[in-house]
Structure formats: C-alpha cells, structure tokens
C-alpha cells in the first residue's frame, strides 16, 4: 500500500468552499460523486489523503459536489482524468483554475511582431465578461510580464501555480472595487543561455536587454492592443505589473514611460538584478536619484515577502521609499510598500498578494 496526500490550491473567490476528488478506486468513490473523497480546509489549500495498492494508475476529477461544478482548465474546458502513477508515497499538487458553474470572460491566444526585439511575442489575453455582452464599451488595460504564470497553472513553469490575474479582475469588478479590464501578458522566450541565466532574465534584465523590451511594451505592443481591441487608450487606465525581475522591468517602464503607463504594480521586485547590486548601487534605484521631479499623475504598489527567496529583499524597498519620499511622495497615496509576513518568492504566495496590489492601485 502506497500513502498519496493531495493538496489542492482553489480558485480566488470563495477558497474554503468544500472540495472533493472523485476517481477511479474505493477511497475516491469509483467515480461516485456521493462517495467522493472530502478534503479538509488548511491555510489556504484542501488537503486529503488516501491509502491505495502500490501500482496502480490513480485517475481522478477535482469537483465541488457535482459534475457540474468540477474543475476546468485556464480556457473554461473540462480538462481530461488528471493521473497518477502509485510507487511510493507522494504528495500530489493541484491548481485549480476555475470551476465549470463559474468559468467567466475568455481567454484567448494572439501574438504581436516587435522591431525593437526583432522577434514575435506570444500573448495571453483575457477578456472580461462585459467585453462580449457591450460591444460599445472600451475597457482599462493591465499588462503583466511572465505571461506564461499569469493565467494557467499548467504552464506555469516549475510551481504549477499562477498568478489568477483574470480570478483578481473578475472578482474585484463585481466587488465594485475596480472596473473589468482586459489583462495582456507577454510570454517569454524559454530555454537557457550564458551559463544558468535564462532567456527570460536576459529579456526582463536592465543591465541586459530589459531597456529594449520595456520600449516594445510601451510603444509597440501598446500601440498593437489599442488598435486590435476596444481599450480607453490613457495612462491612468493601464496598469503594468510584474513579479520578481518582471516586477523591475516593470517599474523601469512605468518610470520611463508616464504618458501611456499610470500605475505600476511590482510583486517581490529584484531591484538587484542579475548582478546582485546592493542597494546603494542599484541601477534602478539611481533612476530616481538622478531625477528632478517624478511623473506627476503616477501610482505604484510594491511588496516583499519574509521568507525564502524574499528574505533580505527589506533593504532595497526601504531605500526605494526614502527615496520616493524625497521627491514629495506620500506613503499610501502616489506608492505603497507592504511588507507581508510569511510571505515568499514563489507563485503561490504572489497570488494571494495580487489582490491587494490591485486594490490599492484602484483607489
């Protein structure tokens, strides 16, 4: 007999909602929904265990009580038997995406040419609902880098969590908090180069070509939604955002680029870079040094996390915070830097902290 724990990571809205797994053996109910395996509330996950026969081929459904309430991939579609192969004891983690009774908006794939980068870009879009149901209405516009971790967990490289951007927007619209809007992220280009350094970080790098990148998002792909969907083409109705060196590149092009960016949100950013620059020598917090005056009409949101990957990070956002307050900026009204206890470098803790990001950027 194999031991098998399951963790099951849920949707944004109403996350304590019971969850079960239906699946092929006894301890999942043969595909029972009654009989079907009830997992307990933790934190901020479902969890359940099981004992099976070593060998065998686990298939199962994530589900709420019902068919009709199972789990759906990122583009609203029943995925097929998620599976499991039983040797040994495991742990299994699962993202949900959404749920088949809730699924709303539509994502969609598209892909712009860039002349700075002299490449293509893949693009993930989501549309909100109202996008389909008032074809006169123009819409606020967020742009995310790390596209690939923005919408579907199973793209989401290494975590298998995302970013629930769409989830955030969605439920923050109907909260009043803030208006629909189309989310676009930029997909990367993968693989590896110059050692153990990704194609991703040489992209998203100042010290490397993330200046090139930032000009493309500001004014060709920009330009390219503008054109191709209804959007309110001014500043304070785009956001940029990003997380870790995607958080940087962001606050670069917001810093750069006041006519067409008015707010900034940055995850865990990596004011070191890749060279690991402390703060008094960060590329990017000279920026605002060498600087007269900020752009007037521009909001930002930083966090940083405690543990993992984030500890350490305190330095570079309270030097950033001297520094904006120096300009005349106020805590809580141009910027806000949050401090989040417990919090990490990694997907899973970013996406309980986009919601906050979000709200304080819609005020």
């Known amino acids: 007999m194999s031991r098998i724990r399951f963790e099951i990571l849920p949707p944004i809205a109403r996350p304590e909602e019971p969850v079960r797994i239906c699946g092929n053996v006894p301890a999942l109910g043969e595909w029972d929904t009654a009989r079907a395996l009830p997992l307990r509330w933790e934190r901020d996950r479902h969890v359940g265990v099981i004992e099976v026969d070593t060998g065998i081929t686990l ?3 994530i589900l709420r009580g019902s068919w009709q309430a199972e789990a759906v991939d990122a583009w609203g579609s029943v995925p097929p038997n998620a599976r499991h192969d039983v040797w040994l ?6 993202t949900v995406a959404d749920w088949k009774d809730r699924y709303a908006g539509r994502l969609t794939r598209d892909r712009v040419y860039s002349n700075e980068l002299a490449a293509w870009r893949e ?5 909100p609902p109202g996008y389909a149901t008032e074809p006169d209405r123009r ?16 793209t989401s490289p290494i975590t298998g969590v995302d970013l629930a951007a769409d989830e955030w927007v969605h439920l923050l619209a109907a909260e009043g908090v803030m208006q629909e809007s189309l989310v676009v992220a930029v997909c990367h280009p993968e693989g590896f180069a110059e050692g153990l350094r990704s194609e991703r970080d040489i992209e998203l790098s100042l010290e490397l070509r993330g200046v090139a990148y930032a000009q493309f998002v500001a004014t060709e792909l920009v330009e390219s939604i503008n054109l191709r969907y209804r959007t309110l083409a001014s500043p304070e109705a785009r956001l940029i955002g990003g997380t870790s060196l995607g ?36 590329a990017a917090l000279r920026l605002l040094a060498g ?5 007037d009409g521009l909001r930002l949101y930083f966090d ?40 990490r470098h990694d997907e899973a803790s970013w996406r309980t902290r986009l919601g906050d990001g979000l709200r304080f950027l819609a005020g």
């Open 89 to 94: 004891d495991a742990t299994v983690h699962r």
């Open 304 to 343: 940083h996390g405690t543990e993992g990957g984030d500890r350490g990070r305190e330095p570079c956002h309270s030097e950033l915070g001297a520094r904006l307050r120096e300009h005349g900026w106020e805590d809580g009204r141009e910027f806000r830097i949050l401090r989040v206890i417990g919090g």
């Open 291 to 295: 600087r007269s005056a900020l752009p």
């Open 123 to 127: 693009l993930l879009i989501w549309l």
């Open 59 to 61: 298939e199962y459904k």
């Open 139 to 154: 819409f606020p516009v967020l742009y995310f880098n790390d596209g690939a971790n923005v919408f579907d967990p199973e």
């Open 247 to 282: 958080a940087l590149n962001a606050f670069y092009a917001a810093l750069n680029h006041p006519a067409v960016f008015g707010k900034m949100l940055g995850l865990s950013t990596e004011f070191e870079d890749v060279s690991q620059s402390p703060p008094d020598h960060c």
